[in-house]
């Protein structure tokens, strides 16, 4: 296990609806990253926060938002939900290390369910 | 096209067997190549991360990176049935940490 939590581990919604997914990061880490993974298919990176400001996104549109709070938690909002939002959404705490690579540990999930 | 391409299998194999796992990519300026397990139901396990080009070896698992032909590879040696999952790779232009761009992935099955 590599110390990071999520929570739900699942849930169902309907289309419109908002969402909120939460995230522990591993103890230390003060780097957040968010994935969205659909079904057969590889993460997409959504976001990443570093100390409560975002310094990263992919190609998702606004209704996707995040927080990362002081202890380093994080939150995903998804507003006016589609079906297309259906999907495993990760969570992933890394801690920066200069001139070096971080590792990214992943939570196990949230499956998202849209109808 | 998208920027990093994996074949989806699935790949069977015998137990014992050798296993080779590859991945195409587009964009030259990618440096930190890593490959991930991921079980059904959990989040992906780094596996291996190599930095530019050649290889990396660590136990069972062997990384190869080929900048020049944009191709990276795992190999797994003496498959094992508890190999069975799901191999990412997953490529960064700055920092492994930093904004991954996976490829589709590959199931795995290695058969007692």
């Known amino acids: 296990e590599t110390g990071v939590t999520q929570s739900p581990t699942h849930l169902i919604k309907t289309r419109g609806q908002q969402v909120t997914l939460r995230c522990s990061s591993q103890s230390g880490h003060n780097t957040v990253s968010w994935y969205q993974q659909a079904l057969g298919q590889g993460p997409q990176f959504i976001f990443q926060?570093?100390?409560?400001?975002?310094?990263g996104r992919g190609n998702f549109p606004p209704r996707f938002s995040g927080l990362q709070f002081p202890n380093y938690s994080s939150e995903l909002n998804v507003n006016a939900l589609e079906l297309d939002d259906s999907a495993l959404y990760l969570c992933a705490s890394s801690f920066p290390t200069s001139g070096g690579a971080d590792t990214q540990y992943f939570g196990p999930g949230t499956r998202l369910t849209v109808l | 096209q998208k920027e990093v391409e994996q074949d989806p299998g699935p790949l069977s194999v015998p137990e014992g067997a050798i296993v080779s796992l590859n991945c195409t990519y587009s964009?030259?300026?990618?440096?930190?190549f890593m490959w991930y397990r991921q079980y059904s139901r959990k989040g992906p396990e780094l596996l291996m991360y190599t930095y530019s080009s050649g290889n990396k070896e660590d136990g069972r698992f062997t990384a190869q990176v080929d900048k020049s032909s944009k191709y990276i590879s795992l190999f797994i040696r003496d498959s094992q049935p508890s190999d069975s999952a799901t191999y990412l790779c997953a490529m960064s232009t700055n920092n492994a940490g930093n904004m991954l761009t996976f490829g589709g992935g590959t199931r795995l099955m290695v058969k007692p």
């Open positions: 964009n030259s300026a990618f440096q930190y």
């Open positions: 926060y570093y100390r409560e400001e975002e310094n």
